[in-house]
């Protein structure tokens, strides 16, 4: 008896997903337990697993649909399919040309999954519905195709690679009928075939769910809040020589590496507890004034920035910091993350120093009022007591919502981690 694969529950808030790509194909035999697709939420990617065995009878919705939570997305049957089977006897005894046009093309029936049957081309097995789909489209031999996923399967990517390598100037007649995006969307319009055929060394890539969503929330935050940065910079010497002294023994008592994310992160939590309008938010007329101190670090996966939270951080040592940080960054860029650990936040830190960045405006993480901008460590001369020396400087940045804080008190935020950061052991006393 053949059991619906539904879209389970996102988590709170989350009402629709992405449907980023199947793992399995229409036919292929799958365990209890083993993930059979992958769906894009705005914040996370996850996997939606079997819960039995057997054969995946259907897929109904491609990649690139949206799906919301409770809807059908394909189905599971018991033994082996009989497509299946017929695929496979197809492709020792190849159909005549004329046998084959007899069989429904997906656009005959308006669905994408030709009602969980498979295409019989040569090829087709190896490939999901969205790309067979797009491979028809630009009149792609999936036969001709060299697959680049496991087993042999045939992607997205492997088809495009064709196209372009297959491209010609000459072939303005492409443009007279609008391209689909081949994962069931509208048509989109086509690329302007320009007489140079620089259309060829044009790529067209889908946009993630998590992509749109930063790109949405990111301009949101510029047009819902009346935002500006305030600069400064602090002197490293003195953490610089602290972890250099004890960076070893630091490790070797905690298991943890002694970085500078928990040095900032402590100093910020001295300087939200000296103005805790930094570390609230603002709802309609009123302003919640948080004392908890739930610290974001964003990081950078290969699908965007994500921030996850170190909750409770006043509470945590340095060790307990840098070890919850490391933590999260693996879970990230592993995509791991769970909604808890992205749910929340009082106040956030992001430090474009890693990527070489020497100064920047970070923009505010709804709906925090305040971000703090790490940025790289670079030996510049700078005046002390009256002499020029070289000193390790590092320029920071806070970005607040001037709605909430005035100018003066944002100044006086950033001059406060200053002063701790220049003074490690403060930090101390603060924590």
Same mark, same amino acid.
Request: hydrophobic share 35%; proline share 5%.
């Given at each position: 008896m053949a059991a619906e694969i539904h879209v389970p529950e996102l988590g709170e808030s989350v009402a629709d997903a992405t449907v980023g790509r199947w793992l399995k194909q229409e036919g292929e035999a799958v365990k209890s337990g083993e993930a059979l697709v992958e769906l894009e939420t705005d914040k996370i990617n996850f996997e939606v697993e079997a819960e039995q065995d057997g054969v995946l009878q259907s897929i109904s919705k491609a990649e690139g649909e949206t799906v919301n939570v409770g809807e059908v997305i394909g189905t599971l049957g018991e033994?082996?399919?009989?497509?299946?089977?017929?695929?496979?006897?197809?492709?020792?005894?190849?159909?005549?040309?004329?046998?084959?046009?007899?069989?429904?093309?997906?656009?005959?029936?308006?669905?994408?999954?030709?009602?969980?049957?498979?295409? #019989?081309?040569?090829?087709?097995?190896?490939?999901?519905?969205?790309?067979?789909?797009?491979?028809?489209?630009?009149?792609?031999?999936?036969?001709?195709?060299?697959?680049?996923?496991?087993g042999g399967r045939i992607t997205r990517d492997d088809v495009e690679r064709l196209i372009r390598d297959q491209s010609r100037p000459a072939a303005p007649e492409r443009t007279e009928e609008p391209e689909r995006d081949g994962k069931g969307g509208?048509?989109?319009?086509?690329?302007?075939?320009?007489?140079?055929?620089?259309?060829?060394?044009?790529?067209?890539?889908?946009?993630?769910?998590?992509?749109?969503?930063?790109?949405?929330?990111?301009?949101?935050?510029?047009?819902?809040?009346?935002?500006?940065?305030?600069f400064n910079e602090v002197d490293m010497g003195a953490v610089m020589e602290l972890r250099k002294r004890r960076k070893e023994s630091f490790q070797e008592r905690t298991g943890a590496r002694l970085g500078f994310m928990s040095f900032f992160a402590k100093a910020a939590i001295g300087a939200l507890k000296a103005f805790p309008k930094v570390n609230a938010e603002l709802q309609d007329s009123e302003l919640v004034l948080k004392k908890?101190?739930?610290?974001?670090?964003? #990081?950078?996966?290969?699908?965007?920035?994500?921030?996850p939270? #170190?909750?409770?951080?006043?509470?945590?040592?340095?060790?307990?910091?840098e070890?919850?940080?490391?933590?999260?960054?693996?879970?990230?860029?592993?995509?791991?993350?769970t909604l808890d650990d992205l749910r929340g936040g009082t106040f956030t830190i992001t430090n474009g120093g890693i990527f070489g960045s020497l100064v920047s405006t970070p923009i505010l993480t709804l709906p925090q009022v305040a971000i703090l901008g790490m940025h790289k460590i670079?030996?510049?001369?700078?005046?002390?007591?009256?002499? #020029?020396?070289?000193?390790?400087?590092?320029?920071?940045?806070?970005?607040?919502?001037?709605?909430?804080?005035?100018?003066?008190?944002?100044?006086?935020?950033?001059?406060?981690?200053?002063?701790?950061?220049?003074?490690?052991?403060s930090l101390l006393l603060e924590g």
């Open positions: 033994g082996a399919a009989p497509e299946q089977t017929e695929d496979g006897q197809r492709q020792e005894q190849p159909q005549a040309e004329d046998e084959q046009e007899e069989q429904p093309e997906p656009e005959d029936s308006g669905d994408e999954t030709s009602n969980g049957h498979r295409e #019989v081309e040569d090829g087709a097995g190896r490939a999901s519905p969205s790309v067979r789909k797009l491979a028809q489209e630009y009149e792609v031999d999936l036969a001709e195709v060299t697959g680049s996923g496991s509208a048509p989109q319009p086509a690329p302007a075939v320009s007489e140079d055929g620089r259309a060829a060394l044009e790529e067209r890539v889908r946009v993630s769910r998590r992509r749109q969503t930063i790109a949405q929330r990111l301009v949101e935050s510029q047009q819902t809040t009346a935002m500006l940065t305030t908890y101190y739930d610290i974001g670090v964003a #990081v950078s996966t290969d699908e965007g920035l994500v921030v939270i #170190v909750r409770d951080a006043d509470r945590k040592s340095f060790a307990e910091i070890q919850g940080i490391a933590d999260l960054a693996a879970k990230a860029r592993e995509g791991k993350l670079q030996e510049r001369p700078v005046a002390v007591d009256g002499e #020029v020396v070289v000193r390790p400087m590092m320029y920071l940045a806070l970005s607040y919502d001037h709605r909430v804080i005035d100018g003066a008190e944002a100044v006086s935020f950033l001059v406060r981690i200053k002063e701790l950061v220049e003074d490690p052991e």
